[in-house]
């Protein structure tokens, strides 16, 4: 990335791989900016729209911001019958904005040879309530929303292997807006999140610990893991992001002996619109999954905080 002359009303930008960026407007209030569009994930246009809604919203909320308005990006086919299936992805990605209360304000797109879809959202925060990626303090609880493996399923679907369950299983997750655990987390009071989206569970968990200069520990066995993962894995249905995200995460993560390959791929998977990985103090960790669980939100304490001991991740099949 380019260095940029310092703005000192620029609170957060790129340095710590964060969900969004954040420009301070008065002492009470700032802007919340992302950007995300990509190829269809499920086969249904309809839901990839509203997929693609989720998955952009979702870096406004995992900072902790109230998303007010979308701007559509598209690269489409000029075809006919894509020029009609664009209209599903449209409407898909449209009303989902509308049951979560964003305004879509407009949109650009361009020809391409395959469909891609997106928003850019913006959203408000108080400058003093943000939830950065970069805050994780050392004795924090590690909590987990949603399930991990959609794009393990994804990749399932493509090849026509996904069982039925396994695929609604997907959908189901990657649909839920995480808005409601959002504002649980504001409520509560959290000292950082971050959505988990690409770079799957570890390469977001890697941003995190090395923003705040922390380890981080996890607990497969605390971990929740979408149906049929492991059955399509040993069938060698995966992405390539499994071996990209390797590569991001280098050397900076050990496993225990007993985690196996397959449960590393899990966790490595790219994400579609997946959930909150939130950092909270450990006096607020019970009530916060409470919380959560009580309102209806999958949740799980997945690991901890410790001081920084040379590794920024470890993995181990149990904790304690």
Known sequence: ?????????????????????VYKLTDELALVQTVDFFTPVVDDPYLFGQIAA??????????????????????????????????????GGAEMLASVGVSLVGGHTVEDKELKFGYAITGIIHPEKIVANSNAKAGDKLI??????????????????????????????????????????????????????GFGLLGHAYEMAKGSQVTLQLATNKISIMPQVFELLAEKIMTKGDRNNRKYVGDTITFAPDVLPAMQSVLFDPQTAGGLLISVATEKSNLLLDKLLSSGVQASEVGQVLTYNGKFLEVFSQIG
Not at 15 to 20: I, L, M, V, Y
Not at 64 to 82: F, N, R, S, V, Y
Not at 154 to 165: L, V
Not at 167 to 190: C, F, Y
């Open 1 to 21: 990335m380019p260095k940029l002359p310092p703005n000192p009303n620029l609170l957060v930008g790129f340095s710590t791989a964060d969900d969004a960026g």
């Open 144 to 197: 987990l929303t949603k399930s991990l493996g959609t794009g393990i399923i994804s990749s399932g679907i493509k090849f026509e292997r996904a069982s039925n369950e396994a695929r609604q299983a997907a959908i189901k997750a990657m649909t839920e807006p995480n808005k409601l655990a959002s504002e649980i987390m504001q409520e509560i009071g959290v000292n950082a999140a971050t959505d988990i989206t």
């Open 54 to 91: 989720v998955n952009a919203l979702s870096d406004v909320w995992a900072m902790g911001g109230k998303a007010l308005t979308a701007l559509a990006i598209a690269g489409l086919p000029l075809a006919d019958a894509e020029l009609s299936v664009f209209g599903e992805v449209a409407r």
